[in-house]
């Protein structure tokens, strides 16, 4: 399994931006997916998660502004990022599981990492 996050950016306060995942999974029959996210110092924190049938859960910190989605192939989850506010900055890293599982925001559920992209909002 390879996970390979695209590289993230620096965005204004209000901005929007969009990551992606390369997933390489030994199969794509049950898995599931997520993006998680980190601040120095910080536990790393769940944002948001999809599972093979395309159910997804989010973190309330992000639900209305971050949807969650992976092309038709699965070979790429995204993370399409609005209303960016400075507290969204962070290194974000995708995840995922693969065995029958609900997509949940809990790190010790995922095996397998990418290796991280940052992104900063500011003014």
């Known amino acids: 399994v390879q996970l390979a996050e695209s590289e993230g950016g620096s965005v204004q306060i209000g901005g929007s931006l969009r990551l992606s995942c390369a997933a390489s999974l030994v199969s794509y029959v049950d898995y599931c997916m997520a993006w998680f996210r980190q601040v120095p110092g910080q536990e790393r924190e769940g944002v948001a998660a999809i599972d093979n049938d395309g159910t997804t859960k989010y973190s309330d910190s992000v639900k209305g502004r971050f949807t969650i989605s992976q092309d038709n192939s699965r070979n790429t989850l995204y993370l399409e990022m609005n209303n960016l506010k400075p507290g969204d900055s962070a290194m974000y890293y995708c995840?995922?599981?693969?065995?029958?599982?609900?997509?949940?925001?809990?790190?010790?559920?995922?095996?397998?990492w990418g290796q991280g992209t940052q992104v900063t909002v500011s003014s």
């Open positions: 995840a995922t599981e693969e065995e029958p599982c609900a997509p949940v925001l809990e790190q010790r559920r995922y095996s397998y």
